[in-house]
């Protein structure tokens, strides 16, 4: 069975872009993701989620604090943060 986003028994780094700005107070309740706001006005929480029940779990809070959620990627990055 494939544990992890890759199948290494480990979890993964994600980018989730919501629209609005949250607040650097909010990385607890996003289970320490990094919060960057951008300057279109959106904001990205980026980092690692341990499984796929995790990843449910972030994207359940976004729903709950009412936000648009506008993507959702599989980083590569180590750091979990997007490329441009």
């Known amino acids: 069975m494939k544990t992890g986003a890759r199948g290494e028994g480990r979890g993964a780094n994600y980018v989730?872009?919501?629209?609005?700005?949250?607040?650097?107070?909010?990385?607890?309740?996003?289970?320490?993701?990094?919060?960057?706001?951008?300057?279109?006005?959106?904001?990205?929480?980026?980092?690692?989620?341990?499984?796929?029940a995790a990843l449910h779990g972030l994207l359940r809070r976004v729903r709950d604090l009412g936000l648009t959620l506008l993507a959702v990627n599989l980083s590569d990055d180590k750091q979990g943060t997007e490329h441009s």
Do not use: C, K, N
């Open 16 to 52: 989730i872009r919501v629209a609005g700005h949250l607040g650097a107070a909010w990385t607890e309740w996003f289970d320490g993701m990094t919060i960057t706001p951008t300057a279109d006005g959106d904001t990205v929480l980026s980092g690692a989620v341990a499984d796929q």
